[in-house]
């Protein structure tokens, strides 16, 4: 079964922007989020290694729902695609990078930052988007100012999210889930600490509820 990107991010808590550098840290990383609870994944396509970790992850992690971030070609839908990802997610909505997720069909959160960038995105189909960077660009007060004249469109913030302030946003009506790395800090990765990754997991995942 194919899931909306719509579905897919009503069932996260929070969506983790994950980084990785190393790829012996992939399958452990994804195996402590989803024991503490987060499954749906977004391994950003920042480093050499991202595709093989994403791979890995869902090759080993079967209750993972793996995803691909910082998409911004044609060429790195390919190859989302053909690593396996379940959802693909953008800082932004460029043409031509539409363009391959709409002959794809590929579930796909696009970034915006504005109201006419989320009107756009909307008329294209989109039921929920991503606004980055969120705290950069207004935060929760312009979220909140966009819910009365933009009621079909919901967002998933990311960018200056943690668990402080996700509170703030997920109690808008127009906010569905917020992304954020928080929950897979660099030094706990380095220092091979899982366990420490799974309880912060565990603890956004209780925080955050559904
Ligand atoms: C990113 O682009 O790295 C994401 O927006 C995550 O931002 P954060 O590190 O502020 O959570």
Known sequence: MTLSTYDLACSAPMIPVIVIEDIAHAVPLAQALVAGGIKVLEVTLRT???LDAIREIIANVPDAIVGAGTLRTPADVDACLKAGCTFGVSPGAPDALMQAVATNKFPFLPGCATPTEAMRLA???HEVVKFFPASAAGGAPMLKALSSPLPNVKFCPTGGVSLDNAKDYLDLP????????????VHHMIAGDWDAIEQIARNTAATLGN
Do not use: I, K
Not at 174 to 185: K, L
């Open 123 to 125: 008329d294209q189909g």
């Open 174 to 185: 127009n906010v569905v889930t917020v992304g954020g790395s928080w929950v897979a800090p």
């Open 48 to 50: 050499p290694v991202a």
